[in-house]
Nanobody, 117 residues
Framework: QVEVVESGGGLVQAGGSLRLSCSVSGIIYNIDTMGWYRQAPGKQREMVAVYSRFTDTNYADSVKGRFTISRNGVQNTLYLQMSSLKPEDTAVYYC???????????WGQGTQVTVSS
């Protein structure tokens, strides 16, 4: 069983910064992908940034230059540093991972990010 836990959301003013954390635990030999997704009210879930051990990190165009992901491989933790936040970044942010060569997506419960104008 793989568990995914996000933390770090909150309320911030436009132009501010937040850092989200995602920790993955369980029987893990390799983290194949680990990424952040978000879902705003009334909208579909969308990719924000994804780390893959096979390819370059991928960012959504809407966050390029503002958001950066980093990873602590020893602790199986992924961070999302968000800067220059905009009201349109308001959403529930989810972390997802695939591990051990399996095609199963494991998701966390999500953390709310609210950016006030």
């Amino acid at each position: 069983q793989v568990e995914v836990v996000e933390s770090g959301g909150g309320l911030v003013q436009a132009g501010g910064s937040l850092r989200l954390s995602c920790s993955v635990s369980g029987i893990i030999y390799n983290i194949d992908t680990m990424g952040w997704y978000r879902q705003a009210p009334g909208k579909q879930r969308e990719m924000v940034a994804v780390y893959s051990r096979f390819t370059d990190t991928n960012y959504a165009d809407s966050v390029k230059g503002r958001f950066t992901i980093s990873r602590n491989g020893v602790q199986n933790t992924l961070y999302l540093q968000m800067s220059s936040l905009k009201p349109e970044d308001t959403a529930v942010y989810y972390c997802s991972t695939r591990v051990n060569g399996r095609m199963t997506d494991y998701w966390g419960q999500g953390t709310q990010v609210t950016v006030s104008s």
